[in-house]
């Protein structure tokens, strides 16, 4: 045999191996505890900042409202008062406050959060909740639950998007199911700001200071998340009760919201570039490689998709539907994360919201 062939062979086989291992470990992996089945309801402020119009914002809001929950008021944020939002604001009979414009380094979002802290005080515990969500009526009881043991700070939830367009809007579905992954692991969870509880002891000095004059000031999800592990206390992931958006992306709308995010991530947790760099490329080279080797050497390389096999079993038992196109998405998303992650590193802003912020400053400070 070829001395090159036989190295490849080699190493691809060394790649299967070490995705193998991967999928063992995730499959021992310690699952989330079961939930106090006694009710929980804490004095709670949920947060909902909004700017512009979502797809469904009007039915989200609805929908948040309306929460079979005793204990809780719903306030939106808006920047202006001639804010698109406001009329479904309205609409939807919830009440609303102005933030301004942001202060210090703030995001809009965290100064709108930041906002309703300073003038709601007196609460126990504080929700955000993007305004692109739609939840059913125990969303926040199940989002809430978690904290009734007293080591956990915060809670979190991670949406299913629900595709409601056509093929991108499917790719949409699959691509969040990697930060649903994400979010089941303790070793890798943080808290995602679209539906995100934290209680009050959080909300400290220290705590301002990180959202208005830190680098990690963009982001309300790295602002909670170093928050709750400062003060030694976990973040707790339900998956009851998850919450969906309603999605209709097309392809430009969805590289630039998947290369945003992506952006967002590595702000916070850079050493997730270098780990998804490196899992990605052995899953692109264990696809190329059980292509070429079972093609041109052996069926027996066959084997290297039993990965591929058991992506789709995930990808459908999270779809929670049988749609065709996952057995096309499946097999090119190893390739849309790696250049996500490439992307994005290279990114020296990202537009959110009608607004620029620089990425690069953030990331090299």
């Known amino acids: 045999m070829d001395p090159l062939l036989l190295a490849y062979i080699i190493f691809s086989f060394v790649v299967f191996l070490f995705l193998l291992a991967l999928d063992s470990l995730h499959l021992l992996r310690k699952k989330e505890p079961a939930r106090q089945p006694k009710r929980y309801e804490p004095d709670t402020l949920v947060i909902v900042p909004c700017r512009g119009t979502d797809l469904t914002l009007e039915s989200n809001l609805v929908s948040i409202k309306n929460q079979r929950y005793r204990n809780f008021k719903v306030i939106a944020v808006v920047d202006g008062s001639g804010d698109a939002a406001i009329p479904k604001i309205k609409k939807a009979g919830v009440e609303y406050i102005v933030a301004g414009e942001p202060k210090g380094m703030s995001s809009g979002k965290v100064n709108a959060i930041l906002t309703a802290l300073k003038r709601f005080r007196d609460f126990d515990v504080y929700v955000i909740a993007d305004s692109d969500i739609e939840v ?57 700001g679209g ?27 790295i602002c909670v998340t170093m928050a709750t592990k400062r003060k030694g206390m976990k973040i707790a992931y339900t998956k009851e009760s998850q919450p969906r958006v309603n999605s209709d992306d097309n392809f430009r709308v969805f590289a630039e919201w998947a290369n945003r995010q992506t952006a967002w991530t590595l702000l916070g947790y850079r050493k997730n570039l270098y780990l998804g760099i490196l899992y990605y ?85």
Do not use: C, Q
């Open 136 to 192: 059913d009526k125990l969303w926040l009881e199940s989002l809430i639950a978690p904290m009734v043991e007293k080591g956990v700070g915060a809670s979190t939830m991670f949406p299913y998007f629900n595709p409601v367009g056509g093929f991108w809007s499917k790719v949409k579905m699959v691509w969040g199911f990697v930060g649903e992954s994400l979010l089941e692991s303790e070793s890798s969870r943080f808290g995602w």
């Open 195 to 221: 539906a995100l509880a934290f209680k009050k002891e959080l909300v400290d000095k220290w705590f301002i200071d990180l959202a208005t004059k830190s680098r990690f000031a963009v982001s309300d999800d």
């Open 281 to 365: 490329s052995s899953e692109i080279v264990l696809f190329v490689s059980g292509i070429l080797l079972s093609a041109f050497v052996s069926p027996i390389f066959l084997i290297y998709f039993l990965h591929l096999l058991r992506s789709y079993w995930k990808t459908y038992a999270r779809a929670g539907k049988a749609y065709w196109e996952i057995l096309l998405i499946v097999p090119m998303m190893p390739f849309l994360y790696l250049s996500n992650l490439l992307i994005a590193n290279s990114l020296g802003e990202v537009t959110w919201r009608g607004r620029k912020y620089s990425v690069s400053a953030v990331r090299d400070s």
